[in-house]
């Protein structure tokens, strides 16, 4: 065993894998606002709906004023399912006894106790406060005051800037997103053959493959930013003096922000992925896809993944089919699995085992972006232990203003200064809305 070999064996065994209560893992997690549902998914006058999340059985609901409320799932009084309850305007009330809870967890009567319940005070529901931002529910289950919730440019402009979806996947979630910070997989797991023009894929399968069949073998390198890591992928191209430079995100703790389908629609867009456990072995993959400036092309999306995932999420490509792999397909792509990226990572994520044995790996140097990550999630392990926030937590309103979160597709010159390139980026504030798609009608 090298040494870089023993260095990721140490790294291993310490990455935050396990999320559930009492956890070190847990503890960091919940320290950040996670993604619950989205809200396309739970409109005003949706029932009660039973959850489990950070391995915390739970129940979302809407009160009769349409507010949000994330409580535990079974009654403080006689442990019932709760997301059996009757709505009220109050909040939510249990069917065995009659007990009501608002949204805070508090309990507000005990009808069938004398004069209401003469010490219902003293009763707490778990709960967890909620918000609904950037077409999604969120939560915060952390201890104490909730840190500010973080105005990414894709989670602070209205609905018609930005595409929504989540995917269920079978595998511990920090696996999955280590994916995102892997920029070479793009060249090949992605990899298909030009398509006809008249293809319903071909914003996909054309514009971004020129992207990734450039240089197949790019230099790949990382720094660390105050949200996370920010990663660099440099591609030699054909013309003299030129290079072809991806920047991308790895966003504390379970986050990214990318390149993703709306990169052919040129500067000022991005994609971010929060991978949020479900519970060890399982988590839901949240996508949110923006562009400041041009009209996502939201329907061709919406029809790409529907013919990919049921109403609930899920892929009906899985283990027991082998994803659907068609033989005959891998001769015009490379794994054969359809053109829609999400299942392409699902599967390779997956295949990797429902919690990855990092002791197995053989780590390169493409994959610097993916140690530097788990050293610093460590990092913030400790920072946690000793009752500091860890890196990315936004306590006040200057550090909530996110115009540095760069996501970026370029051709520039080879020996262009990158900290003066990227400084201009961030001055010119390329995720600003254009005006003109602002005032436009419809989503």
């Known amino acids: 065993m090298n040494s870089a070999d023993k260095v990721n064996l140490t790294l291993s065994h310490q990455l935050p894998i396990a999320t559930g209560p009492g956890t070190l893992g847990g503890d960091l997690i919940r320290r950040y606002w996670q993604p619950v549902i989205l809200l396309e998914d739970y409109p005003v006058g949706s029932p009660p709906r039973a959850l489990k999340l950070l391995n915390e059985e739970l129940v979302l609901f809407r009160d009769g004023d349409g507010k949000i409320g994330l409580l535990g799932l079974?009654?403080?009084?006689?442990?019932?399912?709760?997301?059996?309850?009757?709505?009220?305007?109050?909040?939510?009330?249990?069917?065995?006894?009659?007990?009501?809870?608002?949204?805070?967890?508090?309990?507000?009567?005990?009808?069938?106790?004398?004069?209401?319940?003469?010490?219902?005070?003293?009763?707490?529901?778990?709960?967890?406060?909620?918000?609904?931002?950037?077409?999604?529910?969120?939560?915060?289950?952390?201890?104490?005051?909730?840190?500010?919730?973080?105005?990414?440019?894709?989670?602070?402009?209205?609905?018609?800037?930005?595409?929504?979806?989540?995917?269920?996947?079978?595998?511990?979630?920090?696996?999955?997103?280590?994916?995102?910070?892997?920029?070479?997989?793009?060249?090949?797991?992605?990899?298909?053959?030009?398509?006809?023009?008249?293809?319903?894929?071909?914003?996909?399968?054309?514009?971004?493959?020129?992207?990734?069949?450039?240089?197949?073998?790019?230099?790949?390198?990382?720094?660390?930013?105050?949200?996370?890591?920010?990663?660099?992928?440099?591609?030699?191209?054909?013309?003299?003096?030129?290079?072809?430079?991806?920047?991308?995100?790895?966003?504390?703790?379970?986050?990214?922000?990318?390149?993703?389908s709306e990169t052919p629609l040129g500067r000022g867009g991005m994609s971010m992925f929060w991978h949020v456990p479900i519970d060890d072995e399982s988590h839901w993959r949240y996508e949110f896809v923006f562009h400041s400036k041009a009209e996502l092309p939201k329907q061709q999306l919406k029809e790409a993944y529907e013919a990919e995932m049921n109403a609930a999420g899920v892929s009906w490509r899985n283990a027991q089919n082998r994803f659907g792999q068609d033989r005959e397909e891998m001769k015009r792509s490379y794994l054969g699995m359809g053109p829609t990226f999400p299942t392409h990572d699902l599967f390779v994520t997956e295949s990797q085992g429902s919690v990855l044995d990092r002791s197995s790996e053989h780590l390169v140097s493409s994959d610097i972006a993916i140690v530097r990550s788990r050293r610093l999630l460590i990092e913030a392990l400790s920072d946690v232990?000793?009752?500091?926030?860890?890196?990315?937590?936004?306590?006040?309103?200057?550090?909530?203003?996110?115009?540095?979160l760069l996501v970026l597709t370029e051709t520039i010159d080879i020996d262009t200064d990158l900290e003066t390139y990227l400084g201009s980026m961030e001055a010119e504030d390329i995720y600003q809305l254009n005006p003109e798609l602002q005032n436009r009608t419809g989503t």
């Open 74 to 260: 079974r009654c403080a009084h006689r442990c019932a399912d709760l997301s059996y309850g009757r709505v009220e305007k109050g909040g939510l009330r249990c069917i065995y006894h009659g007990w009501l809870y608002d949204a805070q967890g508090n309990c507000l009567e005990q009808p069938g106790e004398p004069e209401g319940g003469k010490q219902r005070d003293r009763i707490h529901q778990r709960a967890y406060p909620c918000v609904e931002r950037g077409g999604a529910v969120w939560t915060y289950m952390g201890p104490g005051e909730p840190s500010l919730f973080p105005n990414y440019p894709v989670l602070s402009t209205p609905d018609k800037y930005r595409f929504t979806a989540r995917w269920k996947s079978n595998c511990n979630y920090l696996q999955a997103n280590e994916g995102n910070i892997d920029p070479v997989h793009t060249s090949y797991l992605h990899s298909f053959e030009p398509v006809k023009e008249d293809s319903n894929s071909r914003l996909a399968l054309t514009q971004q493959q020129q992207i990734f069949g450039v240089d197949t073998a790019p230099r790949v390198s990382a720094r660390d930013t105050r949200f996370g890591i920010r990663v660099f992928t440099h591609r030699k191209l054909p013309t003299p003096g030129k290079q072809l430079l991806r920047v991308t995100n790895f966003v504390m703790p379970n986050a990214c922000a990318i390149g993703g």
């Open 385 to 404: 232990e000793s009752g500091k926030d860890p890196l990315g937590v936004i306590r006040s309103e200057t550090e909530n203003d996110f115009r540095d």
